[in-house]
Nanobody, 116 residues
Framework: QVQFVESGGGLVQPGGSLRLSCAASGSIFSIYAMGWYRQAPGKQRELVATITSEGNTGYTDSVKGRFAISRDNAKSTVFLQMNYLKVDDTAMYFC??????????WGQGTQVTVSS
């Protein structure tokens, strides 16, 4: 069964940058659209960025122009470059397949905290 391991989170000041990584194992990676999700305390998990198997990307409005998703199929890894971070970006970040039908168990996530 596929497993996702997220990394790269941390504490950063507003306006700063972080690069998240998500390594997948246990299944074919390249054929699936992948997404980065985040969940802030007391809020529902939301999808913030997606990338298809062909490399087409999509973003929720709140992160457009600041976040960039990419993937390395050879390494079964998906990345999220986050620039101009805001306090509202504070959340636990997860990766997973986009399709609900192929959704895998959630990993532990990586915490991003934006604070001065």
């Amino acid at each position: 069964q596929v497993q996702f391991v997220e990394s790269g989170g941390g504490l950063v000041q507003p306006g700063g940058s972080l690069r998240l990584s998500c390594a997948a194992s246990g299944s074919i990676f390249s054929i699936y659209a992948m997404g980065w999700y985040r969940q802030a305390p007391g809020k529902q998990r939301e999808l913030v960025a997606t990338i298809t198997s062909e490399g087409n990307t999509g973003y929720t409005d709140s992160v457009k122009g600041r976040f960039a998703i990419s993937r390395d199929n050879a390494k079964s890894t998906v990345f999220l470059q986050m620039n101009y971070l805001k306090v509202d970006d504070t959340a636990m970040y997860f990766c997973n397949r986009v399709s609900i039908d192929s959704r895998a168990p959630w990993g532990q996530g990586t915490q991003v905290t934006v604070s001065s």
